[in-house]
C-alpha cells in the first residue's frame, strides 16, 4: 500500500466534484482564499482542490497542495480544447510535455514560451504516465499522449489554435497545466496532467465547452479515481 499524500487538482469545480463526492472522512480548510478537501479514496490519503481558472491561481494551489497540506504527488484533472483532429468531445489526453504559450519575450531573441532559467516544455512523470496507460488498457479507453499548451486565454478562433499547434508542436490547449508543471519540477514533486476534450479550440468553443464542461470532466475525474487506486509506490 502506497502512503503518498496525493493532490487532486482541478481548475473549476465541476472538474473536482466528482471527486471530492467520492471521498471519505472529508475535512474542508480554508487557505489562501480557497477551499481544500482532506480525505481518502478507498484508504488513500488525499488532498483535493479546485484553483479557479488561469495561471496565477493554478500556481497559487499547486504551491499550497504541497507547501501547506504536504502532497507528495500531484495529479490534475480537467477539460481542454482540442488541437489535434485525432482528438473528439470527451476524449482524453495526458500530457507528456507542458508549455507556456502566452509567454513571450522573443523581442529578446529568445523561443516562444521560453525565459532565461526555465524550458520550453517541462516533462511529466513517467511513472504516473505508465499508471494512466495501464488504466486506459484496463478499461478499454483510448489515451491519447502529447504536448500541452498553456496560456491566459480561452482560445476560439483557428489562427491562434493553428499557430500554436505549429509553434508547440501541442495536441491540446488549455490554462493551467504549465502552471503546475513550474510548480511542481521546481519543488521535485511527481506530477500528472490528464484532460478531457470539451471543445476544439474553434469558432463553437465557447458554445461546446459550455455544453460540455460537465460531462467531459466526469470522465477525466472518474479516469484520475482509477489511477489512485493504481498507484502503488
Ligand atoms: N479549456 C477547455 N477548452 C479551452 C479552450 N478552447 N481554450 C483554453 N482553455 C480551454
Request: net charge negative.
Amino acid at each position: 500500500m502506497s502512503n503518498r499524500k496525493i493532490a487532486i487538482m482541478g481548475a473549476m469545480p465541476e472538474e473536482i466534484e466528482p471527486i471530492i463526492s467520492k471521498l471519505k472522512d472529508l475535512k474542508e480548510t480554508s487557505y489562501a482564499a480557497n477551499t481544500y478537501y482532506e480525505g481518502t479514496y478507498n484508504g488513500k490519503e488525499v488532498v483535493v482542490a479546485y484553483s479557479k481558472i488561469g495561471k496565477v491561481f493554478a500556481t497559487l494551489t499547486a504551491t499550497s497542495l504541497i507547501a501547506k497540506f504536504g502532497c507528495d504527488t500531484l495529479l490534475f484533472s480537467g477539460v481542454a480544447g482540442a488541437i489535434s483532429p485525432e482528438l473528439n468531445i470527451g476524449d482524453l489526453i495526458i500530457a507528456d510535455g507542458l508549455c507556456q504559450h502566452d509567454l513571450d519575450i522573443t523581442a529578446f531573441g529568445h523561443p516562444y514560451g521560453y525565459v532565461p532559467e526555465g524550458e520550453v516544455c517541462i516533462p511529466t512523470d513517467v511513472y504516473l504516465r505508465n499508471i494512466a496507460k495501464e488504466v486506459a488498457k484496463e478499461k478499454g479507453l483510448k489515451l491519447l499522449e502529447g504536448i500541452i499548451a498553456t496560456g491566459d486565454q480561452f482560445v476560439a478562433n483557428t489562427e491562434r489554435k493553428d499557430w500554436i499547434s505549429e509553434t508547440f508542436k501541442a495536441h491540446a490547449l488549455e490554462m493551467e497545466g504549465a502552471s503546475v508543471a513550474v510548480v511542481c519540477s521546481s519543488l521535485d514533486i511527481p506530477f500528472f496532467i490528464l484532460r478531457a476534450i470539451s471543445d476544439s479550440a474553434d469558432m463553437d468553443a465557447s458554445f461546446n465547452f459550455d455544453t460540455f464542461l460537465e460531462s467531459s470532466a466526469k470522465i477525466s475525474a472518474d479516469f484520475i479515481l482509477s489511477m489512485v487506486d493504481a498507484i502503488d509506490r
